[in-house]
């Protein structure tokens, strides 16, 4: 039905350099739809850095972790970041979905309990999904809902807490004092994914846990490399005996190929710029703040985003598809949001900053997005 209306926004193509501004179905159009926080998807280093390591291993590595397809950088990258993070040890995946789906199901078993938000993203119920455990959830960043299940739970078993450092869809951050607070109190475990706090907060974008200085009191934290680490892959890190029960029974970790030498070593060479130029965290605040401001004053619904991610509400689906439409004809492309990414009266458009953005980009773009939410009236 979208298709024939002509407003299906998917699958469009892209065929120039990734930046703040890219050739997407023959059409030069302003990016504010994509996750590289950082900027870095075309930096001449990292490219480099991926094809030096393409010309000394090969394109692939033919093989998973535990058998032949361990290289010496995919030890390295997970000695960096269990530094970075702040935690004993890392174990990297191919990708930051599998990180979720292989984990977190191995950290609970029949008896226990897994206790998500329910705006947790995908990848994090379908791990919940794989597990054997009582499965609970509560309301969005709710902490007396949350208290309600802990509530709930046997008093001996596990009782593991899997959130979203900040929310993919909403840039709201979960309440983790209070999940510490509660974790504490009620003897249970955090798990913490970082799929989106990693770069952007924290000392040199180490994430929301430490951004809280909770690192310490967070059991385990994932995060990903496909957003500021300008490649694709994940990790999770944690204490040395967990991760290497994880090492030794994460499906995901032992049944699918390694990533591959470009991929790998281009998170490292993310992960040394991430902490050699603040200025680039810097930037991303400084346009972020800017942003935020000038979308707030123009009127729009912008929720309680504390992040690059700002929700445009629209709150109601066809619009949310006429309005993406609208977007990308003025030249600006925003990500629609419908359920089940979000409730189906929360329907939005996202719209993600990178540290590369420019003010006058920013402002070609809100301009244009008056416009497209007046003709629709959402914006009065
Ligand atoms: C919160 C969150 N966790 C995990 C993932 C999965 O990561 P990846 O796409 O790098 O596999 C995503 C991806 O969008 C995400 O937003």
């Known amino acids: 039905m979208y298709m024939e209306r002509g407003v299906y926004p998917y699958f469009r193509e892209i065929d120039s350099a990734q930046d703040?501004?890219?050739?997407?179905?023959?059409?030069?159009?302003?990016?504010?739809?994509?996750?590289?926080?950082?900027?870095?998807?075309?930096?001449?280093?990292?490219?480099?850095?991926?094809?030096?390591?393409?010309?000394?291993?090969?394109?692939?590595?033919?093989?998973?972790?535990?058998?032949?397809?361990?290289?010496?950088?995919h030890i390295k990258l997970e000695k960096e970041l269990a530094e970075f993070i702040g935690k004993d040890e890392a174990l990297c995946f191919s990708t930051g979905f599998t990180v979720n789906e292989g984990v977190i199901p191995q950290l609970v078993g029949r008896g226990d309990y897994i206790i998500c938000d329910d705006r947790d993203h995908a990848s994090i119920v379908d791990g919940r999904r794989l597990s054997f455990a009582t499965q609970l959830k509560y309301k969005h960043n709710d902490m007396e809902a949350l208290e309600r299940e802990l509530q709930k739970c046997e008093p001996d078993a596990i009782k593991l807490i899997v959130v979203d450092s900040v929310f993919s869809m909403e840039g709201d951050l979960a309440n983790l004092p209070e999940i510490v607070r509660l974790k504490k109190k009620y003897n249970a475990t955090v798990y913490v994914d970082e799929a989106h706090g990693l770069g952007v907060f924290g000392r040199n974008g180490r994430g929301v846990c430490d951004h809280f200085g909770l690192t310490e009191d967070i059991d385990l934290i994932m995060g990903t490399f496909s957003k500021s680490l300008a490649s694709i892959g994940g990790f999770v890190a944690a204490d040395k005996d967990t991760i290497n029960w994880l090492r030794h029974n994460a499906r995901s970790y032992i049944f699918q190929a390694s990533n591959t030498p470009a991929a790998t070593a281009a998170a490292i060479e993310a992960l040394h710029i991430l902490q050699t130029e603040p200025q680039r965290q810097e930037n991303l605040w400084k346009i972020t703040n800017y942003a935020l401001k000038s979308f707030r004053d123009a009127g729009f619904e912008i929720g309680d985003t504390e992040s690059p991610i700002i929700p445009l509400y629209v709150r109601d689906t066809d619009k949310t598809f006429e309005v993406t439409k609208l977007a990308f004809d003025e030249g600006v492309f925003i990500n629609p949001v419908i359920p089940p990414a979000c409730a189906p009266q929360d329907t939005l458009v996202r719209f993600a900053l990178m540290a590369t953005h420019t003010k006058e980009q920013i402002d070609f773009a809100i301009e244009k997005l008056i416009k497209c939410f007046k003709q629709l009236d959402i914006l009065k």
């Not at 480099?48 to 535990?66: F, W």
């Open 20 to 73: 703040t501004e890219v050739m997407m179905d023959g059409k030069k159009v302003l990016m504010f739809g994509s996750n590289s926080y950082m900027g870095l998807t075309h930096d001449e280093r990292i490219i480099n850095a991926a094809i030096a390591a393409t010309r000394k291993y090969g394109t692939g590595c033919a093989g998973s972790r535990l058998l032949n397809g361990t290289l010496d950088i």
